[in-house]
């Protein structure tokens, strides 16, 4: 749904956090530094102006220092295409500070009205992180394959598979690297953005919404296959979701849908 569910300070304490199996928990850095540590033995450093993003089920503990501070923000089943904890840096101006405080603010309202403006800055979060993250991505080839994936992927007639073929490498090593820096391989990246674009279309276009042409701006050739694909990944049909997101906003209703 790509709407923020918990916003706030971050507290303090060293007790291990897990969150559910739909949430990305990012934490904005707003004063001292910190360490996150993860169960797999990882870990990350991060320091004022810097935004940590963690993924669902992840259970990690944050070792504060320097008086740390920060804010957080919880947003439920957003896209994103890093499946691993990673940290990237605000820009000059504090873009992405002004998002976080403003995702706050409009949390702690409570009102029925702050809905959409709370999934707007979900989405705007999510759009800093994968522009700023993406420059820290470390291979130019898995940056290109990125590129060309979210510049085609609304087009039925892209052809990954001819794309890959065409760049210098092995399918094997090319599979390898992206899904080592990204989390998942080419052609999962590309059905999980076609759905998640789908999935905004359904929700915003309320009673308006067309199952057939839905599918058709995201990429996919046949509605029906939409459709199992859309239930496979969401747990209900197109049509469904969207009578559901609906309802959740408080709008009517779509009609009829695969």
Not at 58 to 63: H, N
Not at 138 to 155: G, K, P, W
Not at 178 to 203: N, Q
Request: proline content about 4%.
């Amino acid at each position: 749904m790509n709407v923020i569910v918990d916003a706030g300070k971050y507290p303090l304490n060293h007790r291990a956090v897990r969150h559910g199996p739909s949430e990305w928990v990012l934490i904005y850095c707003t004063g001292g530094s910190g360490t996150l540590r993860f169960e797999s033995g990882q870990s990350l450093e991060f320091s004022k102006g810097m935004i940590a993003g963690i993924p669902p089920e992840m259970t990690y503990t944050l070792s504060a220092r320097g008086s740390f501070t920060g804010v957080y923000v919880c947003i439920h089943e957003p896209f994103f295409y890093q499946k691993k904890p990673f940290v990237f840096s605000d820009n000059r101006e504090g873009l992405v500070l002004n998002a976080f405080q403003g995702a706050c603010l409009h949390f702690a309202e409570k009102g029925g009205d702050t809905h959409f403006i709370r999934m707007a800055y979900a989405y705007l979060i999510m759009a800093y992180a994968k522009c700023y993250h993406k420059e820290q991505i470390r291979s130019e080839t898995v940056r290109e394959i990125l590129d060309n994936i979210h510049e085609n992927y609304s087009s039925a007639n892209y052809e990954l598979d001819k794309y890959l073929e065409s760049l210098p490498f092995s399918a094997d090593y090319i599979r390898k690297l992206f899904k080592g820096e990204i989390g998942v391989t080419p052609h999962r990246y590309l059905s999980d953005l076609r759905l998640s674009e789908a999935e905004g279309w359904l929700y915003s276009q309320g009673k308006e919404a067309n199952i057939t042409e839905i599918a058709r701006r995201c990429g996919f050739r046949e509605p029906l296959y939409f459709s199992r694909m859309f239930k496979k990944k969401y747990g209900r049909s197109p049509s469904h979701y969207a009578e559901e997101m609906a309802n959740v906003a408080g709008v009517s209703a779509p009609d009829g849908g695969a």
